[in-house]
């Protein structure tokens, strides 16, 4: 799937070991959480648009660049919230628009309860960041929320996917790319990822 990118990256590797792991407590499993984003934003960021520039170095005056995409965070409730803080020690300008989603547990289906989408688009790159990408119905309903506000560019940036969501996701919205740290087995018979993580909002704010 030529729109999926899984990071090959060592230091994504064994964090995401560390983040599976059960024995990892929700403080250490936040802070996995933050890495992880910067690393997978980090590779989801790599076309930026540049503009040249010269700055004046205490030398002389050197070349520069400007990234000149106007960037906005589409965190999915509640998962979602414990990526921003690693994104924005990359991009602290980058704005936030929170979107709240849940999923029915019995149909698996996502429900919107919370939309904070400014009224006017000014940003040229979405990324919606969720870290689990099960059935999937929770990206695409996200994608379709942005798109219909008229988000020009969306990326979406994961930790774990399963092959039933990133398939959803990429039939829905071909154009979307997705960065994740891991694709894994398969679902089990309650949607959860398997062998993924357990329920990634539980672990971040120590709820289970
Ligand atoms: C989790 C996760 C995704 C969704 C993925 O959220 O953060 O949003 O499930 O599943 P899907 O691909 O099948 O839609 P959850 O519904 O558990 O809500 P929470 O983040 O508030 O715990
Ligand atoms: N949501 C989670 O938090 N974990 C899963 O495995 C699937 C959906």
């Known amino acids: 799937m030529s729109n999926l990118h899984v990071s090959e990256h060592p230091l994504v590797k064994h964090k995401l070991t560390l983040l599976r792991d059960k024995k990892t407590d929700h403080v250490k499993f936040r802070q996995l959480v933050r890495e992880l984003s910067l690393l997978l934003c980090y590779e989801a960021t790599r076309d930026l648009r540049l503009t040249d520039t010269s700055v004046e170095t205490p030398m002389g005056i050197a070349r520069g660049s400007h990234v000149t995409h106007e960037i906005g965070l589409v965190p999915i409730l509640r998962a979602g919230l414990g990526m921003v803080e690693g994104l924005w020690e990359l991009i602290p300008s980058a704005e936030v628009w929170h979107i709240g989603l849940y999923?029915?547990?019995?149909?698996?289906?996502?429900?919107?309860?919370?939309?904070?989408?400014?009224?006017?688009?000014?940003?040229?790159?979405?990324?919606?960041?969720?870290?689990?990408?099960?059935?999937?119905?929770?990206?695409?309903?996200?994608?379709?929320?942005?798109?219909?506000?008229?988000?020009?560019?969306?990326?979406?940036?994961?930790?774990?996917?399963?092959?039933?969501?990133?398939?959803?996701?990429?039939?829905?919205?071909?154009?979307?790319?997705?960065?994740?740290?891991?694709?894994?087995?398969?679902?089990?018979?309650?949607?959860?990822?398997?062998?993924?993580?357990?329920?990634?909002g539980d672990r971040q704010f120590g709820t289970t």
């Open 103 to 200: 999923r029915d547990e019995k149909t698996l289906q996502p429900v919107q309860y919370y939309n904070k989408l400014p009224p006017e688009v000014r940003v040229h790159l979405c990324l919606i960041l969720d870290p689990m990408l099960a059935t999937g119905g929770s990206a695409v309903a996200a994608a379709d929320i942005l798109k219909k506000w008229g988000a020009p560019l969306i990326k979406y940036v994961g930790l774990i996917g399963a092959p039933e969501g990133v398939k959803a996701l990429s039939e829905a919205h071909p154009e979307i790319d997705i960065h994740l740290a891991a694709v894994d087995e398969r679902l089990n018979e309650i949607g959860y990822i398997v062998p993924g993580l357990g329920d990634a």
